[in-house]
């Protein structure tokens, strides 16, 4: 009997997935928990291991192709088994029991008929189409109960609002957001710029992960109330303590460490002793995280990714160093998981690297606080005899979502972090 390897769900936002490519070929004996596919999710792009064993007999999905959820990509056949005749057709079943179902039409209720014929009605707004598609869809609306109240004070209709809540929930902001009487987050209100192509330009098309990024980082951006603290920071102690550890480390065989280690441990450190910073945004609530979850953007072909070290309070320097450097081992080589992306709960992006000394970056939803760190560099100081002399200064900057974090707690956030840094025996005590 042929088995259908379909398209799994590899994170907990995927609806689709695109199939990057096969690196197996049709023909080709395949084992369990054997590489076979290269899944671009709304994440990161993630290998896929083949969850049957047997002969890999026919290609259904194409490389490039959207694939819904469960949706067959290729078939598998056991060993010197033959292709059953009405193969074909049981391919188009599995797809269509793939398909998403289109919306039932609702009948009207006994109290809108009787409405219709009791006499002439005030003329309606003309709804758009995406509301009134989500009006005849049977689907359940996720909204808290303030957002409920608010959307029958004012006139909103739940069904055609875009949640930014946890799984999709529709929350207070949302509905404050949408026009009164109006659809909300799914209706653009003036037609979006296009830009004039000209004859050598060139127009790609963006990934399932860069469609993603965009509409997080516009929700981020039009729906949390950003706020952004700036804080310099004696870097040179750092830069001390740094080569003296991994001059010594390096006679023994040790880890060498990288600045941004430090900074990490310094982040995790300054949330524990400021725990108000480690917290989101929850519609009606604020949701206070007991352990800090530490999303480090890492760069790579596709855009930004932000895995997590777990329970990052709990590991030491050493432990964060191997943490972050495997993590970023596995982005570039397409193999995080699901789980690698789960239970951030701060952010830390770091473009030193790159020579920018300091910027504002976007709040990661739905956590309440990223951290942005910009590159060390020469500069005249004053020493505390009131000389100039030649020191090492970086910026750290925080951006706040101020439903949650205040300026005085944000502030104490990076002067923590700046003793820490100043002081990085600290962080190995």
């Known amino acids: 009997m042929p088995k259908f390897i379909e398209m799994p769900k590899l994170s907990d936002t995927m609806t689709e997935g695109t199939l990057a490519k096969w690196t197996v070929k049709e023909g080709d004996k395949v084992t369990v928990g054997k590489a076979i596919a290269d899944i671009e999710t709304d994440k990161a792009t993630m290998e896929y291991a083949s969850p049957f064993e047997g002969v890999l007999h026919k290609f259904i999905a194409k490389p490039g192709g959207k694939v819904p959820l469960g949706a067959p990509l290729a078939v598998i056949l056991e060993d010197d088994e033959a292709a ?28 809108a008929t009787k409405a219709a014929s009791a006499g002439p009605r005030l003329p309606q707004a003309p709804q ?22 608010i959307a029958a004070e004012r006139g909103v209709d739940l069904a055609a609002l875009v949640g930014t809540g946890p799984g999709g929930r529709i929350v207070r902001e949302d509905v404050e957001n949408a026009p009164v009487g109006g659809s909300g987050g799914r209706v653009a209100a003036t037609p979006a710029i296009r830009p004039v192509l000209g004859p ?45 550890l991994n001059a010594a480390n390096e006679k023994t065989g040790g880890v060498k460490y990288t600045v941004n280690d430090f900074i990490l441990k310094a982040v995790v450190r300054a949330a ?29 072909d596709d855009g930004l990714v932000t895995p997590v070290i777990k329970q990052a309070e709990k590991k030491t320097l050493l432990e964060i ?31 030193g690297a790159y020579g920018i000394d300091q910027f504002a970056a976007i709040i990661n939803p739905p956590q309440a606080a990223i951290v942005a760190i910009g590159s060390i560099r020469k500069a005249p100081v004053v020493d505390d005899k009131g000389q100039i002399v030649v020191g ?18 944000a502030a104490t956030f990076l002067a923590e972090m700046r003793k820490l840094l100043e002081n990085p025996a600290l962080m190995l005590v």
């Open 128 to 149: 758009h189409k995406s509301r009134a598609a989500a009006a005849n869809s049977n689907v359940r609306v996720k909204a808290s109960p303030l957002a409920k109240k």
């Open 200 to 244: 050598d330009d060139e127009r790609v098309p963006t990934s399932s992960m860069r469609n993603i990024i965009a509409e997080r980082l516009l929700a981020s951006k039009t729906q949390i109330p950003h706020f952004y603290l700036q804080m310099e920071v004696d870097a040179a102690p750092l830069m001390e303590f740094r080569a003296h």
């Open 84 to 111: 059953p005749a009405n193969l074909d057709e049981l391919i188009a079943k599995a797809q269509a029991a793939a398909a998403p179902a289109p919306a039932a039409e609702k009948k009207p209720s006994a109290t």
């Open 321 to 351: 160093s191997q943490s972050v450097k495997d993590l970023a081992g596995k982005a570039k080589n397409k193999k995080l998981s699901p789980d690698d992306f789960a239970g951030g709960t701060i952010t830390v992006s770091n473009l």
């Open 272 to 300: 524990q002793a400021q725990p108000a910073i480690n917290a989101a945004w929850d519609g009606d609530a604020i949701v206070k995280f007991k352990s800090v979850g530490l999303s480090v953007a890492i760069a790579i």
């Open 392 to 409: 090492q200064r970086m910026w750290v900057g925080l951006s706040g979502d101020h439903r949650v974090v205040d300026g005085a707690v």
